[in-house]
């Protein structure tokens, strides 16, 4: 039931890009995305709703095919700060009311 | 706006102590979720309450692990007793209803335990 995040991590240097996916086999009302930074609390990115809509949040944006039930995170010209671990949260298409399952997380390094 | 609060921010005490963790949600939420977060397990959800009712507590491992919420305001997850495999952070999350849309959780800065 948990979420596979694809890569588990990835190093990029400043300004390249990266993309993060995140699968279930299970169908979704919702993908939430978080970013965690070493010793802080996850703090959220944007949320998908299934539909298949994209969202855009300054050079990070978020897709969600519903046929392939992923989500996949892109983060363009990378910058230090985006470093951390990103975690998918997934909310099955079951009406629980908001409960989130999250994926083991893919850690980012950005290096100058 | 205050975010959400967790007391202590860490906590240190032997096995088989009780240890009770706090936490105050934002204020006008009404769902409050309990993780605990280890390397080898990552974020897993431990319970959630919806208006102060526990709507699903399948993730709390045992039952050493309680969780209340006697007001809007205020939860607590004790631990009695405790043991060093308890060891972990522990993260409290609230968010609004959910009609309409989706809404995010917003995550308080954590409890650190360890047992020793």
């Known amino acids: 039931q948990q979420p596979v995040q694809s890569p588990q991590a990835v190093i990029l240097r400043e300004g390249e890009d990266a993309v993060i996916n995140c699968s279930s086999s299970?169908?979704?009302?919702?993908v939430h995305w978080y970013r965690q930074k070493h010793g802080e609390a996850p703090v959220f990115l944007m949320i998908?709703?299934?539909?298949?809509e994209q969202k855009g949040h300054e050079k990070i944006s978020a897709s969600f095919n519903e046929k392939k039930q992923q989500s996949s995170l892109y983060l363009t010209a990378s910058q230090l700060s985006y470093s951390g671990t990103y975690f998918c949260g997934t909310e099955l298409d079951d009406n629980q009311g908001g409960k989130l399952i999250f994926g083991q997380g893919t850690e980012l390094s950005v290096k100058p | 706006d205050a975010g959400v609060i967790q007391s202590p921010r860490h906590e240190v005490t032997e096995m088989g102590q009780e240890v009770t963790l706090r936490c105050k949600p934002i204020?006008?939420?009404?769902?409050l979720f309990w993780y605990r977060q280890t390397m080898m397990r990552g974020l897993e959800l431990l319970i959630y309450f919806n208006n102060n009712v526990p709507i699903d507590d399948s993730g709390m491992p045992e039952d050493r692990f309680s969780a209340k919420m006697p007001n809007a305001s205020f939860s607590t997850l004790k631990i009695q007793p405790s043991e060093p495999r308890d060891s972990a952070v522990y993260f409290c999350?609230?968010?609004?209803?959910?009609?309409?849309?989706?809404?995010?959780?917003?995550f308080g800065d954590g409890t650190r335990l360890s047992i020793l």
């Open positions: 204020s006008g939420h009404d769902y």
């Open positions: 999350a609230s968010s609004t209803n959910r009609v309409g849309g989706n809404q995010p959780q917003h």
């Open positions: 998908l709703l299934k539909g298949g």
């Open positions: 299970k169908a979704l009302y919702s």
